[in-house]
């Protein structure tokens, strides 16, 4: 063969066979040889490269199928596809919600050691005056034991001096119990403090109101026909939730709310009155003036309508004095339950003041409060709860 390699065929007819033509090259079982010269080549990355654009352009169409069949699903439905799972709006609501009690209870303990060390602080002062104050005591017995004038009386004299000196130094180094929960940086750290305890159990009661609604909404679905036909054209891949295991999700929490409420509710001065925040219903944080007396609890009228309690004009009233020019009239009410701490306290008598009283905030009484012993802590801005004997 001369000139370049190309590709031939020729037939042996003694033999009635395809045979094959003997040059360098590729050559195929139906007698063709590829010879690698350029041309070649080309031709064969060109029809390579239309069969890949095919298979891509194949692919791009599943894929736009497959995406738009998601998309429908999840709007016919109102769901989310969460990694291989679908879920409902609401359980997006609780998984943010969850994710959010890690920080918050941080927070919270972070609020509560700064809070005690403030407070460990001011009380070692006052051990340190009443170490210096009981010194000065001794100092003064002794003193009796000699006459007036005498060397050893004069010289105590001038140590019991300095002695008082030292311990009204000290003294005025700290604040009284009273004066220090009054303190605007004591305070605003109870507050911080009540607002992150609020938060976490506020969180850690709607989480378990609102998990059994997801559980039916879920139930609603598996129990669809065809909610479950159009997951089995979407394939096996996909699964209905909930994502999550809410059995060990509800240990976590009753875990957690036992480690909040170890912890009595916090007090703080204000105007020299002594302020706790306490739940409505497990729902509504609310803010008393605290009374040791057994004066009724008064709410205002915008936190009974915040509440949602519904007084009808019909019920009992008492006329409340405030001062000798101003009195006004509250009606009754029963508060389902209030939260004191660790205990919860059912059937609350309560009087709603008129919407001209907003003035006067809440209040809330130790003698108000049946089946608990409570007590306001001043040293330790706590208040005391004890169930009733």
């Not at 001369?2 to 590729?26: F, H, I, K, M, P």
């Not at 679908?86 to 609780?94: A, C, I, N, S």
């Not at 994502?243 to 976590?252: C, H, L, P, T």
């Not at 029963?334 to 009283?357: C, K, M, Q, S, W």
Request: glycine share 6%; hydrophobic share 40%.
């Amino acid at each position: 063969m001369s000139g370049g390699q190309s590709c031939t065929r020729r037939s042996n007819s003694s033999s009635g066979r395809t045979g094959y033509n003997e040059v360098a090259g590729l050559t195929t079982s139906a007698g063709f040889q590829l010879t690698s010269t350029p041309s070649t080549l080309a031709d064969m990355n060109r029809r390579l490269g239309i069969l890949i654009g095919i298979a891509f352009f194949v692919g791009a169409i599943q894929l736009w199928a497959d995406v738009t069949a998601i998309d429908s699903f999840a709007d016919r439905y109102e769901l989310t596809l969460t990694d291989d799972t679908w879920v409902t709006p609401l359980e997006q609501r609780l998984q943010d919600r969850l994710q959010s009690l890690g920080d918050t209870n941080s927070r919270l303990k972070k609020a509560q050691l700064e809070l005690d060390k403030a407070i460990q602080a001011n009380a070692s002062g006052w051990q340190r005056v009443a170490q210096f104050e009981n010194q000065l005591q001794q100092l003064i017995k002794a003193k009796e034991r000699f006459s007036a004038g005498s060397p050893q009386y004069l010289s105590l004299e001038k140590q019991i001096a300095r002695q008082r000196e030292t311990v009204k130094t000290l003294a005025g180094q700290c604040v009284t119990p009273e004066e220090f929960g009054e303190k605007p940086a004591v305070r605003k750290a109870v507050i911080q403090l009540v607002n992150l305890r609020h938060n976490l159990l506020l969180s850690i009661y709607w989480l378990r109101r609102e998990t059994p609604r997801m559980m039916q909404q879920y139930k609603t679905l598996h129990d669809d026909e065809q909610v479950i036909a159009s997951m089995h054209e979407l394939g096996s891949k996909f699964r209905l939730g909930p994502a999550g295991d809410y059995k060990r999700i509800a240990s976590q929490l009753a875990k957690l709310e036992r480690s909040v409420l170890a912890s009595p509710p916090p007090i703080y001065r204000q105007n020299g009155r002594t302020r706790v925040s306490l739940l409505l219903d497990d729902r509504l944080p609310v803010t008393f003036t605290w009374r040791e007396s057994s004066e009724p609890v008064l709410l205002t009228a915008n936190v009974a309508a915040a509440a949602g309690y519904d007084v009808p004009n019909n019920v009992p009233r008492l006329n409340i004095r405030i001062g000798p020019d101003r009195q006004l009239l509250a009606q009754r009410f029963t508060i389902p339950y209030l939260r004191v701490g660790n205990h919860v306290v059912r059937d609350v008598e309560a009087f709603v003041l008129p919407p001209e009283g907003e003035d006067l905030g809440c209040h809330i009484s130790a003698g108000s409060l049946r089946d608990v012993n409570a007590q306001a802590d001043s040293a330790r801005l706590q208040l005391k709860v004890d169930s009733a004997e």
